[in-house]
């Protein structure tokens, strides 16, 4: 099946840095998703990506869609202590209706 | 703006019992999906559903699982006899087109937190 591997695991940052995540997968994706959850609660969508090489940015955050189609990555800038909680990237292909999600990456934000 | 809903928020039973989850996608999507998710662990596919039959289910949705749109609002899932592994957060989705088409994304519900004892 699928496998996608999301690095690093967790980041204990400073408030104001910026930080980058990223996604691998063994095979091809036609979606990429990036998510943010919240202890408890249901995740929420940051950013969809539906190109090969597609950039999208959604304010502080900014997310690529690799040119293989088998990668991704996010940024967040000039991080805030809202930012705390576990970022989960997420891929599905055209030839099947589901979804796969990463490990997830925890996020620490000091003030 | 429009939400995915889930009922109930949290939900324990004793093994062996069956157990309905209940959610109601955003209004005008026709893609729904279940998902779950161990504690602490990531999110796990389980079931995609559209035009009232099953898309794509994943190996964790055996025949103790099933899921039903008894109405034009509500999709359900069902554990029919519940195990100790059955414990996690399970999560309700939907979207307007199909995964891996342009749109604006799948977006999930609260959750219900299943506890089996």
């Known amino acids: 099946g699928q496998q996608l591997n999301q690095s690093p695991q967790s980041m204990f940052i400073q408030e104001g840095e910026d930080v980058s995540m990223n996604c691998t997968s063994s095979s091809i994706f036609n979606t990429w998703l990036w998510y943010k959850q919240d202890p408890g609660e249901g995740p929420v969508l940051l950013i969809a990506l539906y190109k090969a090489g597609e950039l999208t940015s959604n304010g502080r955050l900014t997310a690529q869609f690799g040119i293989t189609r088998k990668d991704s990555f996010l940024n967040i800038s000039a991080s805030i202590p809202s930012d705390v909680g576990i970022y989960f990237c997420a891929g599905s292909s055209y030839n099947n209706n589901d979804m796969r999600f990463g490990a997830g990456t925890r996020l620490t934000v000091k003030p | 703006e429009p939400e995915v809903t889930q009922t109930p928020s949290h939900q324990v039973t004793q093994m062996g019992q069956e157990v309905i989850l209940r959610c109601v996608p955003i209004s005008n999507h026709l893609y729904f999906y279940w998902y779950r998710q161990i504690l602490g662990q990531k999110v796990e596919f389980l079931v995609s559903?559209?035009?009232?039959?099953?898309?794509?289910k994943s190996e964790i949705f055996d025949d103790q699982f099933s899921v039903e749109r008894p109405d034009g609002s509500n999709f359900t899932l069902k554990i029919r006899s519940t195990k100790l592994e059955d414990s996690a957060m399970y999560f309700c989705?939907?979207?307007?087109?199909?995964?891996?088409?342009?749109?604006?994304?799948?977006?999930f519900g609260p959750g219900t937190r299943l506890t089996v004892l």
């Open positions: 989705a939907s979207t307007i087109l199909a995964l891996g088409l342009s749109g604006p994304g799948q977006f």
């Open positions: 559903f559209y035009n009232n039959e099953i898309s794509e």
